[in-house]
């Protein structure tokens, strides 16, 4: 290699004008003996340079020295690669330079030379978009199938990804359709996941797989329903596409539930009218009102209002939670999952031992409070049938099992009554129904006054009467004094207005200001005075996580038998 011929860029006497596309000073060089083959810092020599230009005239007098040898040496330099691999011919391919390309043909370029990373001259022209340069080097036997990228792409690929429709037109004639790269992606997949509508009905009219799978089993309408191209989701739905084909080994996942999770409606709503019904409620199914919830988008919207249930089906085991209420609480913390805990409750999901977890074994309350808005706690006369709440049309009763599983989980969470107690009472739930030996044997004095305060203390049980004289004699409780004697006449009056009414009535409605009493008196029958306990827990060590609670309380779980 002639090191003299090089300039300090390092590009060589004939390389620099062939550079320019100067065929007179490349001819007057080459007369005078200066190197067509020294190379730059790339590998690059003067046939590359006039290649990566297009000059036609500058190939043409470097071939024309070339080949002022023997043939073998003239092929070899014709096929000569940089350090990345790539002859003149790749690199003329890859400008798009079609009249270059026919010189070189005709010095015998390998048309199918490989770069090192894998790239063939007409890959490279497809990536570039020279459909000229594709048609040309297809009629002349360039290998269409090769596989051009460590992740084993073939040109159909390529074309797709890059949107070059007319080379899509041009390759589909030669390609194998179902070419399928390491993770198992066709052509048309690729389409769809890309939103290369125009790619994606050439494919499919032209015979391509429409429910072609991935490695992992998705399809090309689950990859276009998730990244939300409505448009190929139509063309794939015209075309044959099966929207119920599974598409996770995992749980059965569909299209509707890449739709749901991310948010596009309009897919969604398309979706909703060709997916079998079956996955609402079906065992083994999983409802997309679950996916909806998850990244808290506003689909669930739709989906409810197309008849989805808001209880859906127990996903326990395929997903860990019991239902799209469950999940929504478990995610509460962000606002817009509030959003969704608002619709699902508005939409009549009933809630289970799981759900009141989320809302009692804490310190905050604000999940609790949200519940109550949509839940009404029916007086005990009423517990055995279904009430109409009058004037409150966003709420619905409390279903039996649901006030059962609440009281349970209360019950078991007494070291938060600082905080649920005054919601729930408030509410209108029964105070009686949390008179048990464990209610008054673990709470904290504030707690127990509270609750004393709102039943007849002087007609307790002997066994509650007996835990309260043993917890005044250990000193683990400082009573109000007014619970040393019976109660005033004034009290029990009230007991016996709200016994009249309904709890939920008294406490949840404006009954009290529309009784003929004075006004001073309607806080008072609304029990208003009695003194709520402080929800702090400063004094005592740290609850375990919440999911810990969940764990311990299934493990220890005794059910209260108290309705």
Same mark, same amino acid.
């Given at each position: 290699?002639?090191?003299?011929?090089?300039?300090?860029?390092?590009?060589?006497?004939?390389?620099?004008?062939?550079?320019?596309?100067?065929? @007179?000073?490349?001819?007057?060089? %080459?007369?005078?003996?200066?190197?067509?083959?020294?190379?730059?810092?790339?590998?690059? *020599?003067?046939?590359?340079?006039?290649?990566?230009?297009?000059?036609?005239?500058?190939?043409? @007098? #470097?071939?024309?020295?070339?080949?002022?040898?023997?043939?073998?040496?003239?092929?070899?330099?014709?096929?000569?690669?940089? *350090?990345?691999?790539?002859?003149?011919?790749?690199?003329?391919?890859?400008?798009?330079?079609?009249?270059? %390309?026919?010189?070189?043909?005709?010095?015998?370029?390998?048309?199918?030379?490989?770069?090192?990373?894998? /790239?063939?001259?007409?890959?490279?022209?497809?990536?570039?978009?020279?459909?000229?340069?594709?048609?040309?080097?297809?009629?002349?036997?360039?290998?269409?199938?090769?596989?051009?990228?460590?992740?084993?792409?073939?040109?159909?690929?390529?074309?797709?990804?890059?949107?070059?429709?007319?080379?899509?037109?041009?390759?589909?004639?030669?390609?194998? $359709? !179902?070419?399928?790269?390491?993770?198992?992606?066709?052509?048309?997949?690729?389409?769809?996941?890309?939103?290369?509508?125009?790619?994606?009905?050439?494919?499919?009219? +032209?015979?391509?797989?429409?429910?072609?799978? +991935?490695?992992?089993?998705?399809? &090309?309408? =689950? %990859?276009?329903?998730? @990244?939300?191209?409505?448009?190929?989701?139509?063309?794939?739905?015209?075309?044959?596409?099966?929207?119920?084909?599974?598409?996770?080994?995992?749980?059965?996942?569909?299209?509707?539930?890449?739709?749901?999770?991310?948010?596009?409606?309009?897919?969604?709503?398309?979706?909703?009218?060709?997916?079998?019904?079956?996955?609402?409620?079906? !065992?083994? =199914?999983?409802?997309?009102?679950? /996916?909806?919830?998850?990244?808290?988008?506003?689909?669930?919207?739709?989906?409810?209002?197309?008849?989805?249930?808001?209880?859906?089906?127990?996903?326990?085991?395929?997903?860990?939670?019991?239902?799209?209420?469950?999940?929504?609480?478990?995610?509460?913390?962000?606002?817009?999952?509030?959003?969704?805990?608002?619709?699902?409750?508005?939409?009549?999901?009933?809630?289970?031992?799981?759900?009141?977890?989320?809302?009692? +074994?804490?310190?905050?309350?604000?999940?609790?409070?949200? #519940?109550?808005?949509?839940?009404?706690?029916?007086?005990?006369?009423?517990?055995?049938? /279904?009430?109409?709440?009058?004037?409150?049309?966003?709420?619905?009763?409390?279903?039996?099992?649901?006030?059962?599983?609440?009281?349970?989980?209360?019950?078991?969470?007494?070291?938060?009554?600082?905080?649920? $107690? &005054?919601? $729930?009472?408030?509410?209108?739930?029964?105070?009686?129904?949390?008179?048990?030996?464990? =209610?008054?044997?673990?709470?904290?004095?504030?707690?127990?006054?509270?609750?004393?305060?709102?039943?007849?203390?002087?007609?307790?049980?002997? &066994?509650?009467?007996?835990?309260? @004289?043993?917890?005044?004699?250990?000193?683990?409780?400082?009573?109000?004094?007014?619970?040393?004697?019976?109660?005033?006449?004034?009290?029990?009056?009230?007991?016996?207005?709200?016994?009249?009414?309904?709890?939920?009535?008294? =406490?949840?409605?404006?009954?009290?200001?529309?009784?003929?009493?004075?006004?001073? $008196?309607?806080?008072?029958?609304?029990?208003?005075?009695?003194?709520?306990?402080?929800?702090?827990?400063?004094?005592?060590?740290?609850?375990?996580?919440?999911?810990?609670?969940?764990?311990?309380?299934?493990?220890? *779980?005794?059910?209260?038998?108290?309705?």
């Amino acid at each position: 290699m002639d090191f003299k011929e090089c300039y300090r860029d390092t590009v060589s006497s004939v390389a620099a004008a062939a550079r320019s596309g100067c065929k @007179e000073r490349a001819r007057e060089l %080459i007369r005078k003996g200066f190197s067509i083959d020294s190379r730059d810092n790339r590998g690059w *020599h003067a046939l590359h340079e006039a290649a990566a230009a297009g000059s036609k005239d500058c190939v043409r @007098e #470097i071939l024309s020295a070339a080949g002022s040898g023997s043939s073998d040496e003239c092929r070899a330099y014709v096929n000569s690669l940089t *350090h990345e691999g790539e002859s003149a011919f790749h690199v003329a391919a890859q400008r798009g330079h079609l009249a270059v %390309i026919r010189l070189l043909l005709k010095a015998h370029a390998n048309i199918n030379q490989s770069t090192n990373d894998l /790239s063939s001259p007409l890959y490279a022209a497809v990536d570039g978009g020279h459909k000229e340069v594709v048609r040309l080097l297809v009629s002349k036997g360039a290998e269409v199938n090769g596989l051009h990228t460590a992740s084993c792409w073939t040109c159909l690929h390529q074309a797709v990804y890059k949107r070059h429709s007319e080379i899509v037109r041009i390759l589909v004639r030669v390609c194998h $359709l !179902e070419a399928p790269d390491d993770h198992k992606i066709t052509p048309l997949f690729v389409a769809a996941q890309y939103g290369q509508q125009e790619c994606l009905e050439i494919l499919a009219n +032209a015979g391509a797989n429409v429910n072609a799978q +991935a490695a992992d089993l998705a399809t &090309p309408l =689950m %990859i276009a329903s998730q @990244e939300g191209h409505e448009g190929c989701v139509e063309v794939l739905l015209d075309r044959g596409a099966d929207p119920n084909l599974s598409c996770s080994s995992d749980w059965r996942q569909l299209p509707i539930h890449a739709a749901a999770e991310f948010g596009h409606d309009g897919i969604l709503k398309r979706l909703v009218a060709v997916t079998d019904r079956v996955c609402d409620r079906g !065992e083994g =199914m999983v409802s997309p009102l679950y /996916s909806a919830v998850r990244n808290h988008c506003k689909s669930f919207e739709l989906l409810l209002r197309e008849g989805y249930s808001p209880d859906a089906q127990d996903c326990t085991d395929l997903l860990g939670v019991r239902s799209p209420l469950s999940l929504a609480l478990s995610l509460a913390p962000n606002k817009s999952q509030r959003e969704s805990l608002r619709l699902l409750l508005a939409a009549g999901a009933s809630l289970n031992e799981d759900d009141w977890l989320y809302a009692l +074994a804490v310190d905050k309350t604000e999940l609790l409070q949200l #519940i109550l808005e949509h839940r009404w706690i029916a007086s005990p006369e009423n517990w055995s049938r /279904s009430v109409a709440v009058s004037n409150q049309s966003t709420r619905t009763v409390l279903k039996l099992q649901e006030l059962r599983e609440m009281v349970c989980v209360a019950l078991s969470q007494i070291r938060f009554a600082p905080c649920w $107690l &005054p919601l $729930l009472l408030d509410a209108g739930l029964e105070p009686s129904l949390l008179l048990q030996p464990n =209610m008054l044997e673990e709470a904290e004095s504030g707690v127990l006054n509270y609750l004393l305060g709102f039943v007849n203390w002087s007609t307790l049980s002997d &066994p509650l009467k007996h835990i309260l @004289e043993e917890r005044l004699e250990e000193k683990t409780w400082t009573p109000h004094g007014n619970f040393e004697s019976i109660p005033c006449l004034s009290h029990l009056c009230r007991l016996q207005v709200r016994r009249a009414l309904g709890s939920d009535v008294l =406490m949840r409605t404006a009954v009290a200001q529309q009784l003929p009493v004075p006004p001073l $008196l309607h806080d008072f029958l609304q029990f208003r005075d009695v003194p709520k306990p402080a929800c702090t827990h400063s004094s005592r060590p740290p609850a375990p996580p919440l999911s810990h609670r969940i764990l311990e309380y299934y493990r220890t *779980h005794k059910h209260r038998h108290v309705l």
